[in-house]
């Protein structure tokens, strides 16, 4: 960890080491408010096309994010959401012009990419607090779009808030490096 400001912080590879989908959370410990505004100020300040930004964040708490919660929990999937006392929707925008002409002439989807690394900075700055989150992208948009007011298609959840006590720190299983990692040119 390195000191800034007088306390301790996690470097990113320790957020990276410890950061993990949270299936089991504190259900009675509420997320303080100064911990969801710098988790949004990191989020303001994820990098997307042409500093486009083509996502919304909706934040739910109380019934509204238990009526979220239910919207991801169909087939069985995402019980443990219900314990989750903060819910994030992450919708999509319009690209900016330059943004849309450079997705149609790539041909390359780049408000999915901009999604993707909006909640890579929403989930461990989330981990840099001490809370656990988790990615859904199981959910009734229909549903959604109706509790939230919006417009626009859901692309995402995240669950969010305290892990519960005792809830371990899993073995993370990933490919080997040098199968997911080609090198040139050296």
């Not at 949270?22 to 997307?48: G, M, Q």
């Amino acid at each position: 960890m390195v000191r800034r400001k007088g306390k301790y912080m996690m470097n990113f590879t320790e957020i990276a080491e410890t950061r993990q989908s949270c299936r089991k959370y504190d259900p009675v410990r509420p997320v303080e408010k100064e911990k969801l505004n710098a988790i949004l100020a990191s989020a303001r300040l994820s990098p997307s096309a042409c500093n486009g930004q083509p996502y919304h964040i909706t934040v739910c708490h109380g019934e509204i994010a238990k009526q979220v919660a239910k919207a991801t929990q169909g087939m069985g999937m995402n019980k443990f959401a219900s314990d989750a006392p903060v819910m994030l929707v992450i919708s999509e925008k319009p690209y900016v012009k330059t943004a849309a002409l450079g997705a149609k002439v790539k041909n390359n989807d780049y408000r999915s990419i901009d999604i993707g690394i909006l909640s890579a900075y929403i989930t461990a700055e989330a981990a840099a607090q001490g809370l656990g989150t988790c990615i859904l992208g199981w959910f009734d948009d229909a549903k959604l779009r109706e509790l939230c007011g919006l417009d626009a298609p859901v692309r995402l959840v995240i669950t969010l808030g305290y892990p519960a006590e005792g809830d371990p720190l899993r073995t993370k299983k990933r490919k080997d490096p040098d199968e997911l990692v080609t090198v040139l040119g050296e």
